[in-house]
């Protein structure tokens, strides 16, 4: 079992910077692979970015390439999203969770979930 609690969302103007944070506890975080997820209303929640569990491989969902960065530290379990140049197009929840994919994970494997946390971009 994994506990994930993210945070740092918030209403932030277009063009601006928010870091999102996600705090594991529970099982071994550092050997799942890690992923960023989202879920505007009434979409699908849709994969953001992903890392792998131990040499920081890295990839993104194609909007935000060059403007997220996903990042971890196993030392204190926890895996990052800065989002910069944000957009109102990247108004959702923001959920990460735990996958046994990190290069392009559907939300079907990945097994652990936080509960979300809202980022709203006005423009």
């Known amino acids: 079992q994994v506990q994930l609690v993210e945070s740092g969302g918030g209403l932030v103007q277009a063009g601006g910077s928010l870091r999102l944070s996600c705090a594991a506890s529970g099982r071994t975080f550092s050997a799942y692979a890690m992923g960023w997820f989202r879920q505007a209303p009434g979409k699908e929640r849709d994969f953001v970015a992903g890392i792998n569990w131990n040499y920081g491989y890295t990839n993104y969902e194609d909007s935000v390439k060059g403007r997220f960065i996903i990042s971890r530290d196993n030392a204190k379990n926890t895996v990052s999203l800065q989002m910069n140049s944000l957009k109102a197009e990247d108004t959702a929840v923001y959920y990460c969770?735990?996958?046994?994919?990190?290069?392009?994970?559907?939300?079907?494997?990945?097994?652990?979930w936080g509960q979300g946390t809202q980022v709203i971009v006005s423009s």
């Open positions: 969770a735990t996958c046994n994919d990190w290069y392009s994970p559907t939300a079907t494997a990945c097994a652990y």
